[in-house]
């Protein structure tokens, strides 16, 4: 099966899902109010229209309907937030009416009195998931290790999603909490910019009057694919990003690699991911990878100290958390490995939906501080994701890379 084959086989899938989801909908609100045919046929045509509306933008935006692409954008991705989240409560409330009836516990409820109550739960829901949206919280990850000389403050953004939906408002807020937390270094782990690159023109200047002393680093995520690669790294060269595309930068004792998100491939382009080159025979010192998606290359292992990653936004809405799982294993946080540490941040924007349900973003401080005996020490603040008590393990040489 070619790449182009197998992304259209997997498009299909996906829109035939969303399809279905919003059915679901259509039958519930036929049941609940008895349509007429009318009614229901259009509420059908609209279900057709939302579930391409995606691919509709996308060939919009290459056009140059900048205006009509932010509007379709905020209806199109509103809508299937708001499916989402009615297809799993409503779901439920079936599920918990069934479970009354067989146990006969408790009023039955009217296919009416369902949907009502299941669309009243789910606007509630929405307006708590927008809200989040638009509240990173700062997730500090301490590291003691002997490889470095002195202390260094590290902020890591992923997945922003610049674009229609995530504007410079969103972003001002986003790079104040960055300038309280004073980084030495500023990285990206990917998808700083969404498909719609028409509208990040005025951001490019904001990220730029970010100066940390050490830099700016960025890698490629599948959005940048999306966008197109030459443009998305023209906006990461104007913001003042540098971005590694198979390729490392010494400063000091750390050593920052960074690779290329295969999508790249997929979509015919030439992509820089090949991770044996890059680590093999790195110097002795704290290395950091930084790789878009949190998938570990087993012959990768005790090369690196730190993997940083993102693209799975913890499932963004719960519960696809539970469904990303099972593409991606490893845990949301910190996860110990043979010879170093995964970091997989829920990232800092949102992707369609301008939701975020039990999946706050995040913005994640890692401060790299020296120690003097060959322990390697990390404390995290999220227990539930990121195992916050705190880790010593020998510092091995298969940490130390040759």
């Not at 996308?58 to 708001?82: I, K, N």
């Not at 990878?289 to 100290?305: E, I, M, N």
């Amino acid at each position: 099966m070619t790449n182009r084959l197998r992304i259209t086989v997997v498009l299909t899938v996906l829109f035939l899902l969303y399809a279905g989801i919003q059915l679901y909908a259509v039958a519930k609100a036929q049941a609940a109010f008895a349509l007429p045919g009318p009614v229901a046929a259009g509420l059908v045509v609209w279900v057709g229209l939302m579930t391409v509306l995606p691919l509709l933008l996308w060939r919009l935006e290459r056009r140059g309907g900048h205006r009509l692409v932010v509007t379709g954008a905020w209806v199109g991705y509103s809508w299937m937030g708001f499916a989402f989240l009615f297809f799993w409560i409503a779901l439920g409330v079936d599920l918990l009416a069934l479970a009354a009836r067989l146990w006969e516990a408790g009023p039955r409820l009217t296919p009416r009195q369902s949907f009502l109550l299941a669309n009243t739960l789910t606007l509630g829901v929405a307006g708590y998931g927008f809200a989040a949206a638009r509240r990173p919280r700062i997730e500090r990850v301490t590291l003691t290790t002997p490889k470095l000389p002195e202390p260094l403050r590290i902020v890591l953004l992923s997945d922003v999603h610049l674009g229609a939906m995530l504007g410079r408002r969103r972003l001002r807020r986003i790079l104040a909490r960055v300038r309280e937390l004073d980084p030495d270094l500023l990285l990206s782990a990917g998808d700083l910019v969404d498909g719609q690159t028409d509208r990040l023109n005025g951001l490019a200047p904001q990220l730029a009057e970010l100066a940390p002393r050490l830099g700016k680093f960025a890698v490629t995520g599948n959005h940048e694919f999306f966008a197109g690669i030459e443009r998305a790294l023209d906006f990461h060269a104007r913001a003042g990003f540098t971005v590694l595309r198979g390729t490392a930068v010494e400063i000091g004792a750390l050593t920052i690699a960074g690779v290329d998100d295969p999508t790249g491939a997929m979509l015919g382009v030439a992509v820089h991911r090949d991770e044996h080159a890059l680590l093999a025979g790195r110097r002795p010192g704290f290395t950091i990878l930084l790789k878009h998606q949190p998938v570990v290359d087993p012959w990768a292992a005790g090369r690196f100290d730190l993997q940083l990653s993102g693209h799975v936004h913890h499932g963004q809405i719960f519960p696809f958390g539970l469904l990303v799982r099972l593409s991606y294993p490893m845990a949301t946080g910190l996860t110990r490995l043979a010879g170093g540490w995964l970091y997989v941040s829920r990232g800092t924007g949102t992707w369609g939906p301008p939701l975020r349900v039990l999946a706050p973003p995040e913005i994640t401080l890692i401060e790299l501080r020296p120690a003097q005996v060959e322990t390697l020490s990390i404390a995290a603040s999220n227990p539930a994701e990121t195992n916050r008590e705190k880790f010593t393990q020998p510092c091995s040489t298969k940490m130390v890379l040759a």
